[in-house]
């Protein structure tokens, strides 16, 4: 501060000629603190005490130190004020200018952002690989497929290649809505020039695991392992995930150990994947036995394990345990299970399914149908 305020004293000293000093005392200023400075905070300040002494720094040269210094930061807030700042004084914006803010649209997945400041960058000069990678990053963190495809379809056509970041984006965009055809012919494109990151090999865990593909979620965990990449217990819960849709609950069991041997917690998801498993395979009893042990353990399973154990135990008809698992998620999930137990039993014989009275021919067929086993709404 000390030192600021002798920059101070010699900038509001100075006579109205000497117009470049400002912009070498605010640049002596920047490079000489940046360094030490935690936040961007004081750097605006800086510029509003500068403003308040009278001092016109209009030099866009000063402001784009600035900008570019809140990019290296990650400090966007003060980007964008700096943006603000700008346009009340009235400073000259070039296209790098708007080049950087296409940058910081790309880190918060800001596409609205982004794309104005492309769109005024090409009003001047004519895009290059780099701002039409970080527009696709942007688009692709939002995961607007259509964007993501016209933007590499031009890029192509332009003979450009995206960046290894941009390459990885669009990848997960096409994996994020299933279309895994797509994401593996970007995938043949980007290996040529780039790596593969580990949320690439993740993202495709998760989109075979929706699938319920076994083999494709194995083999890309397996490419994650000879990519280098150590598996994370995100990556262990999808390819659990995959196993535990086709009941293959010992295949869940075992990967739960991998994960115990690498010191990895066991939480409310795997336990709840454990669960399903054994749901999956129909084995109620010791579906119930684990998740009572996940309980003795002081870890809730998710809502949706004790809906399956619901769904199973109606039907088996053991109306017994379908209250039990009932009550008990109730206990843990309050009203929620309420709706989704409603929604379970909508399509079971011993619930009123019409509309009508309750006595209509309908539900009381209902009802003789269902003597044995009814639930109550």
């Not at 009941?247 to 990895?264: C, R, Y």
Request: proline share 4%; with cysteine; glycine share 6%.
């Amino acid at each position: 501060p000390l030192f600021r305020s002798k920059i101070f004293k010699l900038v509001a000293n100075l006579p109205e000629t000497f117009n470049t000093l400002p912009y070498y005392a605010g640049l002596f200023l920047l490079r000489n603190t940046e360094k030490s400075f935690q936040s961007l905070s004081p750097f605006l300040s800086s510029l509003e005490a500068f403003f308040t002494m009278g001092v016109r720094i209009d030099d866009p040269r000063v402001y784009s130190a600035i900008l570019r210094l809140c990019l290296s930061k990650r400090d966007f807030s003060v980007f964008m004020q700096v943006l603000n700042l700008m346009k009340v004084r009235e400073v000259s914006v070039f296209p790098h200018h708007h080049r950087l803010t296409v940058a910081v649209g790309a880190f918060e997945g800001r596409s609205q952002l982004a794309q104005q400041a492309f769109s005024k960058f090409t009003e001047s000069q004519p895009a290059d690989w780099r701002i039409y990678s970080d527009l696709m990053i942007a688009y692709g963190k939002r995961k607007n497929l259509p964007a993501v495809t016209r933007i590499y379809e031009t890029m192509l056509s332009q003979d450009f290649r995206p960046s290894g970041s941009a390459f990885g984006y669009a990848i997960v965009t096409f994996l994020s809505v299933g279309d895994i055809q797509s994401a593996d012919r970007l995938k043949e494109d980007m290996v040529k020039t780039y790596k593969m990151g580990y949320a690439v090999y993740t993202n495709y865990i998760e989109a075979y695991s929706r699938k319920g593909d076994v083999a494709g979620a194995r083999k890309a965990f397996e490419e994650m392992v000879e990519a280098g990449y150590t598996p994370s217990p995100f990556a262990y819960q999808k390819l659990m995930a995959a196993h535990a849709f086709h009941g293959d609950h010992e295949t869940v069991v075992k990967l739960i150990s991998e994960m115990k041997e690498a010191d990895m917690a066991i939480d409310r998801q795997c336990w709840s994947l454990l669960v399903d498993s054994f749901v999956n395979s129909g084995d109620l009893e010791t579906a119930a036995a684990k998740a009572e042990e996940a309980k003795e353990s002081n870890i809730k399973p998710l809502l949706v394990s004790y809906i399956k154990l619901l769904n199973l135990a109606v039907s088996k008809k053991n109306r017994f345990s379908g209250e039990n698992y009932r009550r008990h998620a109730q206990k843990h999930e309050h009203e929620r299970v309420g709706l989704a137990a409603h929604s379970l039993f909508r399509s079971h014989p011993g619930r009123r399914l019409g509309r009508g009275p309750k006595n209509s021919p309908r539900n009381r067929l209902c009802r003789q149908k269902s003597k044995f086993f009814r639930f109550r709404e």
